[in-house]
Structures are given as C-alpha cells and as structure tokens.
C-alpha cells in the first residue's frame, strides 16, 4: 500500500505569510496527487488535482507542484478564511489520505 | 449543481452491520465520468477511504476494511450504498459519500455530501 506523509502536521502564520505544505509518498505515484481543504465542521473542498491543477472556482493563491513520490502545496499569502485542515491525497494506487496538516493564524 | 446526501442510522450496536445510503441529485450515478466513494472520518481525526463503485458495479476497496465493506449502486434510485458489517467502536466516526470525477490521467473527489456520524455503541 502507499502510505502519504504530510509535514508538518500543524503550522502557524500571519496573514500575507507565505505558507508551504509538502507530502511524500512511500512510491512514485507520478502526478496522482490532490489537495483538500477542510474547515471545522465541514466536507473537505477539492483545491488541487493532478498535483498541479486548480480546480475551478478555487482562488489562485493556492497552488501546487510535484512529481513521483514528493509534493508541495503552497497559499502564496494567507487569508484568515484560510484557516482549515489540508489534507494530500493520492489516487495511483487504491487511494490513501495523509494525515493532514492543521493551519492556524499567528 | 451536484448534491449527494448521506441518510442512514446513527447508532449502531457493536458486532452489527453499519449501512448508509448516498442520494445523487443533479447528476447521474449511471455517468461513465464518475466513481462513487466512501470516506470517513473518527472525531478529531484524519480522512480514511473506505471504497468506490463505479455504475457497471465494479468496486474497489481499502485493503484495511475490504473483509467487512460493500458497496453497492442502485441506478433505478440514483443512489449508492455502504454497508460495514461487525462494527466495533473503532468505526465510530462521520462518513462522507463523495463523487470521483475521473478521466484517463486523473481522479479527483469534487462533490462531497456533508457527512453523517455513526456511533457504534451498546
């Protein structure tokens, strides 16, 4: 099974701070990588696909970058509506989560 | 818009059989675009797959719950459904049905229901 080890698990910043998020399979998985958002309470919201691709509707702060078996996911300035669970997810082989990275306002 | 809804019982008694249904609305179960998954989640914790059918019934599960877990799709319905049978406390958490929008180089989970806890419980 591939496992995804996300990092760190939980981060604090300022708004406008540049934020970084990364996520490393046990395998290549190619590009099958996606990103969600989840706030307090809520379903989780697709951000990123095929490890770079913005999903429609999504605000361009967001990205994400990667290949084979190393991520990234980046909020290029945070905003306080920001505030949520991030989670990586891969889609190459059977389907595995991480462990989700928790971002809280400085 | 694409709806899906999850219904189903919130307490469950330990060593019985878990089952929840996901109604689609404004779209089809019967679409070759789609998987329709599982998802759960244990309170304070991580997302954790469960499992997908696409509509020809076709199924693949999460290795970890796959001798416990099936899931089925009602096209007549336009529903899909899970059922996880000797539940332990262990499977106390929200589950989320979801819609894996796919092509030939990607997959994604776009539509979520928004959840329903099952508690298992005596």
């Known amino acids: 099974d591939i496992q995804m080890t996300q990092s760190p698990s939980s981060l604090s910043a300022s708004v406008g701070d540049r934020v970084t998020i990364t996520c490393q399979a046990t395998?290549?998985?190619?590009?099958?990588l996606n990103w969600y958002q989840q706030k307090p309470g809520k379903a989780p919201k697709l951000l990123i696909y095929?490890?770079?691709n913005l999903e429609t509707g999504v605000p361009s702060r967001f990205s994400g970058s990667g290949s084979g078996t190393d991520f990234t996911f980046t909020i290029s300035s945070l905003q306080p509506e920001d505030i949520a669970t991030y989670y990586c997810?891969?889609?190459?082989?059977?389907?595995?989560f991480g462990q989700g990275t928790k971002v809280e306002i400085k | 818009q694409v709806q899906l809804q999850e219904s189903g019982p919130g307490l469950v008694k330990p060593s019985e059989t878990l089952s929840l249904t996901c109604t689609v609305s404004?779209?089809?179960?019967?679409?070759?675009?789609?998987?329709w998954s599982w998802i759960r989640q244990p309170p304070g914790k991580g997302l954790e797959w469960i499992g997908y059918?696409?509509?020809?019934?076709?199924?693949n599960y999460n290795p970890s719950l796959k001798s416990r877990v099936t899931i089925s799709v009602d096209t007549s319905r336009n529903h899909f459904s899970l059922k996880l049978n000797s539940v332990t406390a262990a499977d106390t958490a929200v589950y989320y049905c979801?819609?894996?929008?796919?092509?030939?180089?990607?997959?994604?989970?776009?539509?979520w229901g928004q959840g329903t806890l099952v508690t298992v419980s005596s």
């Open positions: 979801a819609r894996a929008r796919r092509s030939y180089h990607y997959e994604a989970l776009d539509y």
């Open positions: 404004g779209g089809s179960v019967s679409s070759g675009s789609y998987y």
């Open positions: 059918i696409y509509y020809t019934g076709s199924t």
């Open positions: 395998q290549g998985i190619i590009n099958s």
């Open positions: 095929d490890a770079s």
């Open positions: 997810q891969q889609d190459d082989n059977l389907r595995t």
